[in-house]
């Protein structure tokens, strides 16, 4: 904000003349570059690709006069609609701006086509308009209100521009800054164009909008700048444009010093109409704002006052309920106060010209004013009768006029109104400041009606769904340490509760918290508590890789779910243990349940989904690929169905990510992951299509961008590694993949290792292509570090993994993992170069993922060359280098092209023209370091020796000879000797 501190610093004659009342500049100034910018958005959405456009600045730079001009140049066919953020202090009024939003779109084209538009999400849509209720009794969910005013938007803007506008984002609420958010990724479709405002000088460090811009800014569709101050040139033309004619040069030298280029502060210079001195002009901001309003008739600024204490709009309405005096003295006030420029009337509410002028005459209130003005509106509004009423306005009323018993009361209606509109963050925002209130009040109990702990819990629920887990979190924790044992189930309730943030967060310590609750709630319990408790256990165990437990406990969750008639719970139940009893080993079994929960679900809109989830993942798991992806697909559909197409059906989508990759479809892979991680996924899932996203970076040949990416994300994964069985073993086969692809096989064994480590409980589905990756880091230890045996055993290694590979040899997948795995490790010394393996693993990879071939292919090719056999090398080769290609996997596409040049054989296919081979002159030069270690190792030294020599330890001598190799393309370190004296021969 400015600061007005040169004020004071100009001397001299004000003005000789009076100047009008209104000074408002007839026409704008200073900002025709940023009028033609959001022009120029407005016609770029016209290609159906939507736009946002992201204007800050200070208070009075212009931002509501710019959008003015905008909206009012448009032309008639464009549908401009308007949103305005409340100031309702520290919690906003829940969906604000979007209510706008929707409300100025019905009045243009009715509440029949708003609501037949949203399709599905038509009862969420009436969850935040209670006035297009029409007997409808499902309340929907968040993610339906959220892809319902997706829907709709895209809808209206297929055939006509539409402009949706919201302005003040610096006083917007959570919930409408998460939709705002969902709108501009997820909207791919229509003529929209989103202008947003807001005022920089308030979004301070911490705001939640500081963090909303930052992500913007990363956004390809979206514009974002902030308007600049006048000029004194622009400040020249203002001035002339409001006094309708040339300024005295006195006059236009101190309007420009005083205002600081502020549009607003030189209209309110111009206004003073007074011929003052300097000694009458404002010394102070707060002064200025306030010189209109103190040179108004006591009536009229008695009314304003009264106006500030209503918020930001105020309906002529509810000002005439509050208003003590007469209706002719209170229009009488208005009219005064519109022609002074102070106040601005709408169709039926009245606004303050500049917020800035509100909140200085609200901060003139005195305490007895504040405390019966703002009483008088909380009366006023418990008063109104209908769908507009909004309780956070109630609240915020009686908190301010500082009576503790009535607003207790009012900010719990909040807090439900908040809730079931899925408003979360304003629902934990009232449900906190109720908390706050309960020691204030009378018998709080009764007025709640519940006790403090049960608030605690439902406070703390509201923000977990809010994504407020720290918050969420501290607030389960207090009620667990006011539980007592006189309340088990609502104890109960609150450890299940922290199981599930500790859970959404990826942190461990949900199995005891879950074991805990259930033991509070005795078998029989009415209702459906201890159901929803068991298969939240059951849920931890399967995820957690305890499978046996899992189908127990399953197995009592469904028989409690079905006591209490709960289709939902009986259907998660058996889909818990349905997928544990596949991984377990028993396939039909486990697709058996999985078929019960599908039939028990199929109406349920939350186990349907999971169910989708769940059943496409293991036909993954079992090489089921085909299969897979029509499973996700039809539960993408599904999805459509139930509105939710952009929330749960991206999840849905994005299960097919793997059976894609595993068929070769790459670019369909890529399209989901793109599409999931734009629309901010939950932690857990986000992780996962970062995981697929690295691997097929990987496998498609940037090994460097797969690994540069892996390590950014290491410790934020870290933690849901711990917590997770089945992501801990994807993400290690990465880790593991990429340290081989980087020539650090002994790193690729400490990463695949994790499953010989004590806390590991076997998935078959996860463990075999873990084994083969160790078993292929093993191999490469032998060929490039025959020393390294005294650090690891590599023969006891081997034969770890030849034993956990032979116990999973009933899981559809072994035979194509296991061939791999015994290539790997076959050959003279377990080196992995026997060609009669290597053409076993390639017959085995026709069942398997499509990468498979082409590497045991290449791997072959290898064998061949190491026994002598170049014809066979070079069929092998050229095989191999067709199937990459051909299926786009870089990685193995490179590899086999060295090997190729180092064993002087073409490689490439008969239709590719053939050249003398030479070596490859753009390979990665050695360092000065690296040469060294060549050197010694050319002379015979281990790696040990090398240290030594060098005054380096054993291991970075190691990491040194792997670079080497991985360099040359060599597999032995003799190899690569030969190699580099070749190359200067």
Partial sequence: MTSFSRLTDVGGPWHDRMVPASMSSPQMVGREGDLERLRGLLEAVADGVPRTAVIGGEAGIGKTRLLAEFTASVPPEVLVLRGQSVDLGTVAAPYAPVKDVLRSLIAEVGAEAVMNAAGPGRPAL???????????TDAGSSAQLHEAVAVVLERFSHDRSVVAVVEDLHWIDAASLTLLRFLIRAVRRGRLLLVLTYRSDDVTRGHPVRGFLTELDRGRAVDRWELARLTKAQVRRQVKAILGGVPDPDLLARTAARSEGVPFFVEELLGLDTCPTDDGLPDTLRDLLLARYERLEPGTQAVLRLLAAGGVRVPHELIAAVHSGAAEDLDAAIREAVFASVLVAGDDDYA????????????????????????????????????????????????????PEKAFPATLAAREEARAAFAYATAGQMGERALELWDQVAEPERVAGMNRLELLGRTSSHLRNAGENERSLALIDLALADGSPDRPLQYARALRDKAYYLGNAGRTGTVPLLEQAVALVPPGSPGELRATMLTALAGRLMIEGRAQEAIAMATDASTEAAAAGSDRYSSVAHNIAGVSMVHNGDVEGGLAELERARVLGDGDRVAGLRY??????????????????QLAESGLARARELGVERISGVILASNAVDPYYALGEWDRADALIERGLSLDPPFAFRVYLQRARMWGMLWRGDVSGAAVMFRSLAPSIASLVEAEMQTRLGIARLAAEIAIAEGDDERAWEEAS?????????????????????????????????????SIDIDAAASDVRGASADLAGWPT???????????????????LDPVLWRRARTAAAGGPVHLGPYASLRLAEAQIAAGDRVGAHESLQAAVADADSIGIGLVGDQARAVARRARV????????????????????????????????????????????????????????????RKLGASTRTEAVFLAGAATR
Avoid: C
Wanted: glycine share 8%; no cysteine.
């Fill in 906 to 965: 073409n490689a490439e296919p008969p239709s590719q023209p053939v050249s003398d081979p030479a070596p490859d002159a753009a390979a990665e030069p050695l360092t000065p370091r690296e040469q060294q270690v060549l050197e010694l190792v050319a002379r015979g030294l281990s790696n040990r020796e090398i240290g030594t020599e060098l005054f380096i330890s054993g291991k970075t001598a190691s990491v040194h000879v792997s670079a080497i190799l």
């Fill in 126 to 136: 009436t969850a935040l308009l209670p006035e297009l209720a029409q007997g409808d």
């Fill in 814 to 832: 072994a035979p194509v993992w296991t061939a791999f795995v015994e290539a790997e490790l076959g050959g003279s010394a377990g080196t992995g």
């Fill in 612 to 629: 989708r989830v769940n059943i496409s993942d293991v036909h993954y798991l079992l090489g089921r690929y085909r299969s897979a992806v």
């Fill in 352 to 403: 303050f010209r500049h917020a800035l002028v509100r909140e200085a005459i609200h901060a003139e209130l005195l305490p007895g004013e504040r405390g019966r003005f703002h009483a008088a509106y909380a009366e006023a509004l418990e008063r109104t009768a209908g769908s507009r009423r909004v309780a956070a306005e109630i609240s915020y009323h009686w908190m301010a006029a500082h009576v």
């Fill in 754 to 790: 994790v499953v010989f480590r004590a806390e590991h409980r076997s998935l078959p589905g996860y463990d075999l292509p873990l084994l083969a990756v160790a078993a292929r880091a093993l191999a490469g230890i032998r060929r490039s570090n025959p020393e390294a045996a005294s």
